[in-house]
């Protein structure tokens, strides 16, 4: 009775020992599968950022290291070989992104139609320029506008246009009269840029210019549009005159 009872509970040990060894391996081979389905979907689904041995990737995956041989075999993962008896996988390697350089915009400005004939050989001087530099001009922009005119229509195309990451002028003044360092700010958190060419103060021809559009302006508001263009005359021929006498002097 004893010896029967004993070989009953040897069996009953066995059955369960199988049942139990049985049920870890359906648990296992549904992980790897899971596991082998998560790499087909995601090729960065390891998560690691370094290269390992076929065997280092067998164990974090917790598969046998045959299994990963296949995958590594099927081309089910990346990597590479080493010798003849050595696999590295790269599975989870993000190729790093091509450095692009940014594209160059060209801006050429003069006050007024008069000094049209200027802004071609601005533009030809920018040009001189990049190519100095090594960069790819994709844009040239030249406007006829005051410097203190915040509504030119080309200058605010450019600016509005996120696919140019420089803009290369000749002096500040060529962008703008005032708020220079404003613009260049604002163009500083989009990751894009102004380049001066030349950062020494720009001529007085267009100065005056700039000078006659802001007294036009605010005569305007003082004596009205009528009036405005005689007082500003009038103003401009004064500073003038005292111009040339201090000269003379």
């Keep these: 009775m004893v010896v029967r009872g004993c070989a009953q509970s040897s069996e009953q040990a066995r059955h369960v020992a199988t049942r139990y060894l049985d049920e870890r391996s359906i648990i296992n081979a549904r992980r790897n599968h899971r596991q082998f389905l998560r790499i087909l979907d995601n090729p960065f689904a ?18 046998r290291y ?19 008896h050595t696999i590295i ?11 692009l350089a940014p594209r160059v915009a060209i801006y050429a400005r003069v006050s007024s139609v008069e000094h ?28 006829v506008g005051s410097g203190v005119n915040d509504a030119r229509p080309k ?3 450019l ?23 404003y613009l260049d700010t604002l163009l ?20 005056l210019a700039d000078l006659t559009a802001i007294v036009y302006a605010f005569c305007a508001r003082l004596y009205g549009q009528r009036r405005a263009k005689r007082q500003t005359e009038v103003i401009v ?5 005292k111009g040339d006498g201090d000269a003379a002097r």
């Excluded at 045959?66 to 995958?71: D, K, L, S, V």
Aim: aromatic share 6%; charged share 30%.
């Design 89 to 99: 996988i790269t599975e989870g390697q993000a190729e790093p992104a091509p450095v």
């Design 116 to 143: 049209t004939s200027h802004l071609d050989s601005q533009a030809e001087r920018l040009a001189a320029y990049c190519a100095a530099r090594g960069y790819q001009v994709a844009k040239v922009v030249k406007e």
């Design 155 to 157: 200058l605010l195309a």
């Design 188 to 207: 500083k958190g989009q990751g894009r840029a102004i380049e001066v060419v030349n950062q020494a103060e720009n001529g007085t021809e267009d100065l």
């Design 46 to 63: 390891v998560g690691q950022n370094r290269s390992m041995k076929l065997s280092d990737y067998a164990k974090q995956m917790g598969v």
């Design 237 to 241: 021929r004064e500073l003038e005159t």
């Design 66 to 84: 045959e299994t990963a041989w296949r995958w590594f075999r099927d081309g089910k993962i990346q990597g590479r070989r080493i010798g003849p």
């Design 159 to 181: 600016l509005d246009d996120q696919g140019i990451g420089l803009i290369v002028v000749e002096h500040k003044d060529r962008l703008t009269r005032f708020g220079f360092r």
